[in-house]
């Protein structure tokens, strides 16, 4: 049975321009705008004064570096939303600047919880032997019947090289979609090489999301003291609102349950993330001020380990007694304030 679809002035082809935007701009979109700008700059100056905070009230370390750069997740994908917002031909870039943020980020969340430990000597000395489950998602969450594995210096550099193979090759991959569709031939749907880049993409983002799982099962009993289950669920949400907010809404695009409202197509409202980017800036704001509660603590190391005295002394006194060779022993957890 043929219908007839009209067709609304203005809801076919690309997005608009931004001029198209501001002369098409009514009241209330007007102060959408608005909000939602002031709610970006707003969550990026929460995070520079958090920057401003860890740079002047915590040790130097590698720790801090990975802090700085897991808490700057939520502000850069709300500035890159808004950016999107304004320029929605600008998109494509928007979207590859914070899908290789992120990609980042998932490697420092894993290096942050080795340094929870006091270091990668410490993580070693502290997990080694221990045998580490695997049938964990994203990948082997029905694949009960895998060994676990003993934690050694080997399995941490092959659950470090996990995940940062997707921030070597996911940034590659978005080079060449930004390349070709620059070029007109990278359209969703539409072309062969959208398919592939997508295929690989998604699929090194989900092997990055492995080694996380198995680490933070081992670290949320260890490091519970360190407010690692809130640090993890935090970063779930991130990924749970950039990567599947917006499939459903393409989702909902593809069923016609989005439509048209002029100069906005309805690929341009959902698929070409209008109404998504919308979404994130309200929620990337969201998670901006929940993140400096449970990242904004002063960590005192009395070594550049991680391991207190106690524990050195602990340990050489192990060792004479056992001929040499240190037991495994449980080290002391690094103290914290909660300001």
């Not at 740079?55 to 890159?80: E, M």
């Not at 459903?248 to 197509?265: D, E, H, K, Q």
Request: net charge positive; charged share 10%; with cysteine.
């Amino acid at each position: 049975m043929e219908q007839n679809v009209i067709q609304t002035p203005g809801c076919e082809g690309d997005p608009p321009t931004a001029e198209q935007i501001l002369h098409n701009i009514d009241i209330p979109t007007s102060t959408l705008y608005g909000v939602l700008t002031m709610l970006t700059v707003l969550g990026n100056l929460v995070y520079l004064e958090e920057i401003v905070y860890l740079l002047s009230k915590t040790p130097f370390s590698y720790k801090r570096t990975t802090y700085i750069w897991i808490t700057g997740a939520p502000p850069v994908i709300a500035a890159t939303s808004c950016i999107g917002l304004w320029i929605p031909r600008s998109t494509m870039f928007t979207d590859f600047t914070a899908s290789i943020y992120f990609t980042i980020c998932i490697h420092k969340f894993l290096v942050m919880m080795v340094e929870e430990y006091g270091g990668e000597e410490a993580f070693i000395h502290r997990l080694h032997g221990v045998p580490m489950k695997i049938s964990t998602g994203p990948c082997c969450c029905c694949c009960l019947c895998l060994p676990n594995i003993p934690m050694s210096r080997k399995t941490l550099t092959v659950l470090k090289s996990g995940t940062l193979q997707a921030a070597l090759l996911r940034p590659i991959l978005l080079f060449f979609a930004t390349v070709l569709w620059t070029n007109g031939n990278y359209e969703q749907g539409k072309s062969m090489a959208f398919l592939w880049i997508t295929i690989l993409s998604v699929a090194a983002f989900i092997l990055s999301l492995w080694p996380i799982g198995i680490l933070f099962n081992q670290a949320k009993s260890n490091l519970s003291s360190h407010n690692i289950v809130p640090k993890f669920a935090l970063n779930q949400s991130v990924l749970i609102l950039t990567q599947a907010q917006g499939g459903i809404i393409n989702l909902l695009v593809s069923m016609g349950t989005i439509v048209c409202a002029a100069p906005f197509s309805a690929r341009a409202r959902g698929a070409c993330k209008f109404m998504h980017q919308q979404l994130l800036v309200m929620e990337m704001f969201i998670l901006i001020l929940v993140s400096r509660c449970y990242y904004r603590r002063q960590y005192h190391l009395n070594t550049e380990e991680g391991c207190p005295p106690q524990c050195q002394e602990q340990d050489k006194l192990k060792s004479h007694a056992n001929g040499g060779v240190v037991l495994l022993t449980k080290p002391v957890i690094v103290s914290q304030q909660k300001v």
